[in-house]
């Protein structure tokens, strides 16, 4: 039953969508451990710990979703205590996150000059954080085409429905 809840809520979650191209592209993965929910924080740091990539490289955590899903699955199945709701909202975070690193990556998304994006908030709860707005009038437009749009929908989200990046950042 709680996988089937995971695995609808990851589902759900990789329409998510609303937050800044721009203040995610220049996202730290301590950054984004702070947005997601306290009871997934413990199973996303050891992921991204493990996956081969420095801590903070969220590029590479995105690029590794196999790994890092591989790695958080059984743990937000077995060790966390998150609801569906909160699996919901961690996942879409992620998949977010890595949506814009990936197109980014791939050359699909101009790169942003992270000076001149507003930081992200740090007065987040334990489910959501409030959008930030990057202070450049002409913020970037997400297209995503080609490989970019292949690990959109396979993301961290998809190999297990996991999250990933991240942490997870």
Avoid: W, Y
Avoid at 2 to 28: H, M
Avoid at 63 to 80: F, G, K, Q, R
Avoid at 126 to 138: G, L, M, V
Wanted: hydrophobic fraction near 45%; glycine fraction near 6%.
């Amino acid at each position: 039953m709680k996988f089937l809840a995971v695995a609808i809520a990851l589902a759900s979650a990789a329409a998510v969508n609303a937050q800044s191209n721009a203040t995610l592209q220049c996202l730290t993965t301590t950054q984004l451990t702070a947005r997601i929910p306290a009871c997934a924080r413990q199973c996303e740091t050891a992921a991204l710990s493990a996956d081969g990539c420095a801590f903070e490289d969220l590029t590479c955590h995105c690029l590794n979703t196999n790994v890092v899903a591989t790695l958080i699955e059984p743990c937000l199945l077995t060790t966390s205590n998150c609801t569906e709701a909160e699996v919901g909202t961690f996942a879409g975070i992620v998949t977010t996150v890595c949506e814009v690193k990936n197109a980014t990556a791939f050359g699909q998304l101009a790169p942003v000059d992270c000076s001149r994006v507003a930081p992200p908030p740090t007065n987040c709860s334990s489910h959501s954080c409030n959008e930030t707005t990057p202070t450049s009038s002409t913020p970037p437009i997400a297209t995503f085409t080609g490989a970019a749009a292949n690990l959109v929908g396979s993301g961290i989200l998809a190999a297990v429905g996991l999250i990933g990046a991240g942490l997870l950042l």
